[in-house]
C-alpha cells in the first residue's frame, strides 16, 4: 500500500525526518501484514489482535522496547488519519498498549558485550607501551580502571575521592572503605579481578614513577571526566556503548543474577533504598509478562 496521503498530511506538523521514519515504519508494517495475514494492507482490514501480534513478532525479533514502541505509534498515527477520513470508526491500534521501557540510563551490557569489553581491555595492556611511547601510563591506567570499575560498581565521583590509604589488598582478599554521596562511607569488598587489576595499576605507577595517594591519578589528578574519557576509550576499542554508570549497572545486575540478595546487593552498591536496587530483578518480571502475553489467545 502506498502511504502518500498520510505522509503529506503529516508533512503540516512533522519534520521531513519523522514523517520518513513513519512511512518507513508503515512500509514495514505493510511487509508483516501481507505476509502473516496474506491481504494486502487497508486500515479497515486491520485488527487489535493484528496490531498485537505485530507488537509480539518485533519483540520476539529481540528489538528494543523504545524502537517496538516507535514502529507502533507510526502504525497508531496512520490509523488515527484513516479514522478521520472516516474510512474506519476506531482505531484498533488504540487498544494495544506499547511495552514499557527500561527507565533512562538503567542499562547494563550483556554477556557478549562484557567480554568484549574486558578483551578490549587486555589488548590495550598487551600493547600500550609499544604503541604509545609518550602516553602508554595512560592508556594502562584507562584499562585497568574500566576492569576496576566492571568488578566493583562504584560511581565516577567515588572513583575520584578513592585514596590508597582507603584500599586494603591482601593475597587472597581485600576491599575499599568508599566515600560515597553526603560524606557517607561503606566497604566494598574485592574480588579477584578487582584485585588484580589494583595490582596490575601499582606496578603500573612504580614503572612510571608515579606518587600521590590518589589511586587512579596519573600526573594531572583525577575528575570525574576523566573516568568518564577513560571507560569511553576502551569501550570504543570493544565497539560496546558503556559509561562509568553502564559499568555499576552491570556490577549490580551480575550479582543479583548469581543469587546475592537485595539487601547486600544495596550496602554493596551504597543505594538508601531496596526499591533503588529492586529495578535489577524487573527484567525478570518483564521477561515473566511477555511470555504470557504472546501465548494470549
Do not use: C
Amino acid at each position: 500500500m502506498a502511504f502518500e496521503d498520510f505522509a503529506r498530511h503529516l508533512s503540516a506538523q512533522a519534520s521531513p525526518v519523522t514523517v520518513g521514519g513513519y512511512v518507513r515504519d508503515l512500509q514495514q508494517f505493510a511487509v508483516w501484514f501481507e505476509h502473516t495475514n496474506g491481504e494486502t494492507l487497508e486500515p479497515e482490514r486491520v485488527t487489535p489482535s493484528d496490531v498485537r501480534e505485530y507488537r509480539n513478532w518485533l519483540q520476539r525479533r529481540g528489538l528494543r522496547a523504545a524502537t517496538v514502541n516507535r514502529r507502533l505509534a507510526a502504525v497508531r498515527a496512520w490509523l488515527d488519519w484513516a479514522r478521520h477520513q472516516g474510512r474506519i470508526s476506531e482505531n484498533p491500534a488504540r487498544r494495544v498498549p506499547g511495552l514499557r521501557e527500561q527507565p533512562p540510563g538503567l542499562r547494563w551490557l550483556d554477556k557478549r558485550e562484557r567480554y568484549a569489553l574486558r578483551r578490549a581491555a587486555e589488548r590495550i595492556l598487551q600493547v600500550a607501551r609499544l604503541r604509545y611511547p609518550v602516553r602508554w601510563v595512560v592508556y594502562e591506567r584507562d584499562a585497568l580502571l574500566t576492569l576496576f570499575l566492571l568488578n566493583t560498581g562504584l560511581r565516577a565521583g567515588e572513583v575520584v575521592r578513592l585514596r590508597w590509604s582507603d584500599v586494603v589488598l591482601g593475597e587472597r582478599k581485600g576491599h575499599l572503605l568508599v566515600r560515597g554521596k553526603g560524606d557517607k562511607q561503606r566497604v566494598v569488598p574485592l574480588n579477584k579481578a578487582a584485585r588484580d587489576a589494583l595490582r596490575r595499576w601499582k606496578t603500573t605507577r612504580r614503572d612510571a614513577d608515579i606518587e600521590g595517594d590518589q589511586v587512579w591519578a596519573v600526573r594531572d589528578g583525577l575528575t570525574v571526566r576523566t573516568v568518564q574519557r577513560a571507560v569511553a576509550r576502551v569501550a570504543r576499542e570493544a565497539g560496546v556503548e558503556a559509561t562509568p554508570h553502564v559499568l555499576r549497572h552491570t556490577f549490580a545486575k551480575s550479582l543479583v543474577d548469581a543469587g546475592v540478595s537485595l539487601e547486600k546487593v544495596a550496602r554493596i552498591l551504597g543505594h538508601k533504598s531496596l526499591d533503588t536496587t529492586r529495578r535489577y530483578v524487573e527484567p525478570s518480571a518483564q521477561d515473566l509478562a511477555r511470555a504470557v502475553e504472546e501465548v494470549a489467545l
